[in-house]
């Protein structure tokens, strides 16, 4: 009569010690649910062209979304391989649900002819956005076929890369100036300055020396090679940067018709 009541109180405590963990594992659940884990705001820092929601987008992140669904590593892996901006990129979870967010953006610095627009290129030739010329005062690559323009996407030539080197080594007061660099079919250089002077670079070695040589002052601190060619209405032939000289009446190469993106056509995204 006595073992009854012991077997009954017995069994009822495994009901009670897993409703207790069910209990924790509700509550730990609710608790993860709460607005502390689901995010609240983006912290962007070290970005001059992205906004937090491009970020949102290229992560596949929606407001209020459950950090614990989102690890941080694999939100920088969607920002680096989703976002053509970002070339590197450091991200963490703070309390309250913030979302840290350092990046290294790509700096463009030329533009390729896409039909009636301008792909923004990188100095690795990535094509970061689509834009109107007056959007960039960037260095115009004319001779370089450009057969879509997709952001994100590559553009290999044989030639551009020659041509990129140039486009960044050239100053902002340089820029002002110039209306393009030309590529002829050979990858010989030329930059094309309003005025118009020509500074020829001829082949892609030592781009570093021509530019310092059309730029630099006279010893006498007086004009730079550029200003003098445009004041006497010559070019300038800088293949030998040790010993550049004006030429009235160089020719420069002009691209193939064909290489260009055409006027009629639709521009890629």
Known sequence: MQGGPRAGASGSLPLAVSALAL????????LAQAPPYRLQRVDLVGAAHLRPEDVLVAA???PGALRWRHPAERIRRRLIEGEPWVRDARVSWLPGGILRVEVTERT????LPYYNLYAVLDADGVILRL??????RLPVITGIPLPRGLRGEQVRHPHLAGALEAAELLPEAALADLSELAVSPQGDLSLIFRGPVVAILGPPTSLREKVLALLATGPDGG???LEEARLTGHNVDLRNPARPTLSPGAAVPAPDAGEAGGADGAAGT
């Not at 209990?23 to 609710?30: E, F, Q």
């Not at 834009?131 to 960039?136: K, N, P, S, V």
Request: negative net charge; glycine residues 8%; without cysteine.
């Open 23 to 30: 209990l924790v594992l509700l509550t730990g659940y609710a």
């Open 60 to 62: 596949g992140l929606e």
């Open 108 to 111: 463009p610095v030329a533009l």
């Open 131 to 136: 834009a109107r010329l007056d959007e960039y």
């Open 223 to 225: 004009r730079t090679l």
